[in-house]
């Protein structure tokens, strides 16, 4: 019986040291969602492409490709919250 404490205990002290090494060093910063990468910097600040239509309308697009661009074709609008087809002419 003792030893199956001592088993248990040992396990718990495992996962305890494994799941908490998991946590420290999920906290460096290093995520990415959808292919863009999140760094502590886009918490509180993003960089928009805001594009004027013809009609004088404003369209907020995140900047996605690696000139500091946006890609042709649908993009999602963040001022109007839906995806929307860009044309460069």
């Known amino acids: 019986m003792k030893e199956d404490i001592k088993d248990v205990i040992k ?4 996962l ?5 090494g998991i946590i420290l060093s999920a906290c460096s910063g290093n995520w990415s969602i959808g ?17 004027t239509d013809q009609d004088s309308t404003k ?3 995140i900047r996605t490709t ?3 661009g946006i890609l042709i074709g649908e993009n ?3 001022k109007h919250e ?3 087809k860009v044309e460069k002419k």
């Open 76 to 78: 999602w609008c963040h």
């Open 16 to 20: 305890t040291i494994v799941l908490g």
């Open 66 to 68: 690696t000139q500091g």
């Open 59 to 61: 369209h907020w697009y």
């Open 11 to 14: 396990i718990i002290l495992f």
């Open 35 to 51: 292919d863009i990468d999140v760094s502590p910097a886009d918490s509180s600040y993003t960089d928009f492409m805001i594009i």
């Open 82 to 84: 839906q995806w929307e």
